[in-house]
């Protein structure tokens, strides 16, 4: 049974999570052209209003305003609030699985480059480089820590090389950002983990791509943003190696 002690500390997660997911959205939002992060008040798209701080509640705005700016009444993005959600929810899975340690600091920190790095491509089609290269240099860094240099550094050669020779082989498929992208999951995963998001995100793509062609909303010579489908595997494999790695010996032992 939960207790009251744990409730607070889950609910405390989620709103740390809803106000990083809520500067995530000032990222998403500002990244692609170079605007300021810093010294940028927050602004509606629409009319450039300046908003005030009752506007930028986490979800709570939204959820009031119901979802439409307070000075020009058009409708507010849908990915603001399920960026937070996002947020909230990865966070509380994070904490779920690795506890109060660092690896919940850094999994947080994985996790806010992935949701900015896939919403930046839903909504641009691009994934900043300031961004990825952040990625790669946390990634190697934070190794010290966790899975080592050396197997950060395989980890950033193997997705970079992959994924680099599936864009040539493409002739353009796959774009420099989703390649970017892979570096800087290789240098958080290490050689096995990438391996892993390799196998996963591959399955994730081919079902979409699959799905699209039957829909008709695809051809076989449209581009597929694959930035969120890498992220989805990242995630998936940064909470789970163990499991995976325990499957695919149970496959191949059988």
């Given at each position: 049974m939960i207790t009251l002690i744990e409730i607070i500390v889950y609910?405390?997660?989620f709103i740390i999570g809803l106000i990083i997911g809520s500067f995530l959205n000032v990222l998403i939002s500002r990244l692609p052209y170079k605007e300021s992060i810093i010294f940028s008040r927050s602004y509606c798209l629409q009319c450039k209003k300046k908003l005030k701080p009752f506007d930028l509640i986490p979800l709570v705005s939204f959820l009031i305003t119901k979802g439409?700016?307070?000075?020009?009444?058009?409708?507010i993005s849908w990915y603001y609030p399920l960026v937070e959600?996002?947020?909230a929810v990865c966070f509380i899975l994070i904490f779920v699985e690795h506890n109060l340690s660092l690896n919940l600091l850094i999994g947080c920190l994985l996790v806010s480059i992935l949701i900015c790095s896939s919403f930046t491509d839903i909504t641009t089609g691009l994934i900043p480089n300031r961004l990825t290269y952040f990625g790669v240099i946390a990634g190697l860094s934070l190794s010290?820590?966790?899975i080592g240099l050396k197997e950060s550094l395989l980890g950033i050669a193997f997705l970079f090389g992959i994924y680099l020779l599936a864009a040539i082989i493409s002739?353009?498929?796959l774009g420099g950002g989703d390649i970017k992208l892979a570096a800087a999951i290789g240098a958080?995963?290490?050689l096995k983990g990438s391996f892993f998001v390799f196998i996963i995100a591959s399955i994730i793509g081919g079902v979409w791509a699959s799905l699209l062609l039957?829909?008709?909303?695809a051809s076989l010579k449209t581009a597929i943003k694959f930035g969120p489908i890498l992220s989805i595997a990242a995630f998936i494999v940064w909470m789970y190696l163990e499991q995976l790695i325990n499957l695919y010996m149970s496959i191949i032992l059988n």
């Open positions: 609910l405390g997660i439409r700016c307070r000075y020009c009444n058009k409708s959600i996002i947020t010290y820590f966790t002739q353009g498929g958080f995963t290490g039957i829909s008709k909303k």
